[in-house]
């Protein structure tokens, strides 16, 4: 267990609603993640963090905004919801020097 | 461009014998190669991992194999059982100088393990 807590861990929302997901982790890891699950597409790097305010994009970054103004937290936010972003959000830390990434039990969000 | 692909959607076993999961690459940059299991409405977990300058690393029942010339890595599972039935993404590291580096995963492979 590497401390990551995701919240919440299921969300439904209406399409053009903004929403944040929140990824807390108790060990204060420089290196965070978030990831998004698809059937079919395995698992796509979003956004990273490799420090408070150290922030950049990933492979499918658009759509999608961070923020992270403590250690311990990595917000993720969909600015206007659409349909293509019904997933399965996980959030990762991993430790500097070590090549694992630990992953939270993730959140679903459903866009409708 | 897929850089990392798990051709073999799903994969099914009988109980005792060997699960073989594979895996290509296409980045002779990657410098660590790593394996995760998922079940159902849980988040991955990390199962083994390799080094770009091995060619083999074993942990008890699970062995993976990397063939740089052919850009091929593989898991192997000895003896497979029901509770390792499972989704497995094989995943690589991009690492450039100093930094951490990221995980770029493949699509994954459903391995069911038969009683």
């Known amino acids: 267990d590497a401390g990551i807590t995701q919240s919440p861990r299921h969300k439904v929302t209406e399409t053009g609603t903004p929403v944040t997901l929140r990824c807390h982790q108790t060990e204060n890891h420089r290196y965070m993640y978030w990831y998004r699950q698809d059937p079919g597409h395995g698992l796509r790097l979003i956004h990273y963090s490799y420090g408070v305010k150290d922030t950049d994009k990933g492979e499918v970054s658009d759509g999608y905004s961070v923020s992270r103004s403590k250690t311990e937290d990595f917000l993720l936010t969909l600015e206007s919801a659409t349909s293509s972003q019904t997933s399965v959000y996980f959030c990762?830390?991993?430790?500097?020097?070590?090549?694992?990434?630990?992953f939270g039990q993730g959140t679903r969000l459903t866009v409708v | 461009d897929q850089q990392v692909k798990q051709n073999s959607p799903s994969l099914s076993v009988q109980e005792g014998r060997i699960s073989i999961l594979n895996c290509d690459y296409t980045?002779?940059?990657?410098?660590?190669f790593l394996w995760y299991k998922k079940y159902p409405a849980e988040g991955p977990t990390f199962l083994i991992s390799?080094?770009?300058?091995?060619d083999k690393n074993e942990d008890g029942r699970f062995t993976v194999f990397l063939n740089k010339s052919a850009k091929h890595l593989s898991l192997h599972i000895v003896p497979s059982q029901p509770g390792d039935s499972a989704v497995y993404f094989c995943?690589?590291?991009?690492?450039?100088?100093?930094?951490?580096?990221?995980?770029?995963f493949g699509k994954g492979t459903k391995l069911s393990v038969k009683p």
């Open positions: 990762a830390i991993s430790i500097q020097g070590v090549a694992e990434a630990f």
């Open positions: 995943a690589a590291r991009t690492h450039y100088g100093g930094s951490q580096g990221n995980l770029i």
């Open positions: 390799i080094s770009s300058i091995k």
């Open positions: 980045n002779s940059m990657f410098d660590y």
